[in-house]
Each structure stands twice: as C-alpha cells, then as structure tokens.
C-alpha cells in the first residue's frame, strides 16, 4: 500500500474505534440515567393530612439531585431533599450512595438533625472540598414541623395569608468534615400552609450575562396569586427561571417538592 492509502486506512480505524467507545458510552449514561430514574419516587406518597407535589429537572442526563419520602403508618410524613455539588456522572453516583445511606438511615431513625449527623458520620468527611452535599430533612407530626439543614437552601412556607417564610437552621454541607452539629428547628404550620423545599438550580439559576435569578424573585411569584397550591406554586416557580434564562439551557438541576398541610 502506499503511504497516503495506508495513513488513510488507519484513521478510518480510528475513527470507527472512537465512534463506537463514544456509542459504547451514550448507551452507559442512558443505563445510568434509567436507574437513577428508578431510584427517585415516581409520584409523592398519598396522605389525608398533606398533599405533595414534586418536579424534578435535570441539567446533563444525570445529576446530583434527588429527593424521598417516608410515611409511617401513624401518618408522620418524612421529606429530604439534597444536592450534590457538580453535574453528571461524579454528582450522580455520590447522589446515589447518599440514597442508598438515607433509607438505611430511616430504617431506625427519623429525627430530622440526628438523620443529617448520622449521614455526615457515614461520609466521614473523606470528600475533597469541591464535592460535598446540601441537604434539608423535615418531619411532620400532625401539623408540627421538625426541620435541620446543612448548608441548603431555606426551607420557604408558603402561608394561606400569603405571607412568606424562610426556615433555616446552622450545618455545614454534608462530607466537609464529620459531625456537622445540626440544629433542629420547630415550626407550628397551619391547615393551608404550602411548604417548600428546593435546590440551588432554581434560586440560583445564571444566565450567560452573569444575571442571577434569586430567591427574591420566589417572594414575587408568592405576591403574584391570591392562593396557590403546592403543584402550582413549583410549577410556576420553574415557569418563571425557565423565562428568566430566555432559551438558555439550565446550568445546574432544578428540584423542588412542596407539602401542603390540610
């Protein structure tokens, strides 16, 4: 063969050898995706005392958010909701450890600060400073709300007065370093109350102008009805950050689940 036939050959082997590693890969992130998809709860759990709704939107084929419920048979309602700092694939499996962890967790624990200190323990604060994770856990007792945090975003309570409410108790993010201290916090809701818990992707949604969204712009929405329930309060909330990156794709996940209490 000559030279240049044979430099010809050669490269259309690569690029066939790199076209199907880069199939081999798309077809490894869509499996990925898939049980990740089946790790997260399809629907909220169904409750006379609350009613739940979620919305969950991801910014590459996985990501670092996820969310679960646990309702006992006395109808206390337990919420976590977390974010993994980054995107994709490293965001995705360390989301998924954290899972697996939470449910071991409630299995013999649901005391929303002691829940957070035990994950903490489980990570040991063996993540590099980059890759930690956010998280608020709640539990509902009849209409008394037990929440801890650690280093998410507040816990917003959505009143039938339209007044509005950030919750917010000291903890740093989970992984930094081993036993966080969380604080546990107390709140008495009302029949009508709509409570929020949602990620970072949402309030702090940037444009390619460096324009941020802000959790300011959550209160409007609040103003923006004279009543709200919780689908259409998170509904609207994604309306509004999706019209606010004006077509651009969104930078970071986007969750949020809100419970309404009867």
């Keep these: 063969l000559s030279p240049g036939l044979s ?15 880069h199939t081999h890969l798309v077809e ?14 399809a629907s909220p759990p169904v409750s006379s005392d609350y009613v739940i709704a979620q919305r969950h939107r991801q910014a590459k084929r996985v990501g670092g958010d996820f969310f679960s419920y646990r309702l006992s ?33 409630w299995a013999d624990e649901d005391r929303p600060a002691e829940v957070l200190d035990r994950l903490d323990q489980l ?28 280093g998410h ?13 950030e919750l917010k108790m000291p903890g740093l993010p989970l992984g930094i370093r081993a036993g966080g201290g969380f604080g546990l ?11 929020v818990v949602y990620t970072d992707g ?6 390619s102008d460096g324009k941020m969204f802000g959790r300011a712009n ?22 509004s950050v999706e019209e606010f990156l004006r077509g651009e794709d969104p930078p970071d996940d986007q969750t949020a689940v809100a419970i309404k209490v009867l």
């Design 153 to 165: 975003e507040p816990i917003f309570v959505l009143r039938s007065s339209k007044e509005h409410i």
């Design 28 to 41: 490894q992130i869509d499996m990925a995706a898939q049980i990740q998809e089946g790790l997260l709860p």
């Design 218 to 239: 959550i209160a409007k929405i609040v103003a923006s009805k004279d009543s709200w329930d919780g689908a259409s309060f998170i509904n609207a909330i994604f309306s």
């Design 73 to 105: 048979s006395s109808g206390e309602l337990n919420v976590a909701l977390a974010d993994v700092a980054g995107k994709g694939i490293p965001a995705a499996m360390l989301a998924s450890f954290v899972l697996g962890a939470l449910q071991e967790v």
């Design 123 to 150: 990570l040991g604060g063996s993540l590099d400073p980059f890759r930690f994770v956010t998280m608020a856990t709640l539990k509902f007792v009849g209409r008394k709300l037990y929440y801890a945090t650690a």
């Design 185 to 195: 916090g107390v709140f008495d809701c009302e029949p009508g109350d709509i409570v």
């Design 7 to 21: 430099t010809a050959i050669q490269n259309s082997e690569f690029l066939f050898d790199l076209e199907q590693s």
């Design 202 to 207: 949402l309030s702090e949604a940037r444009r």
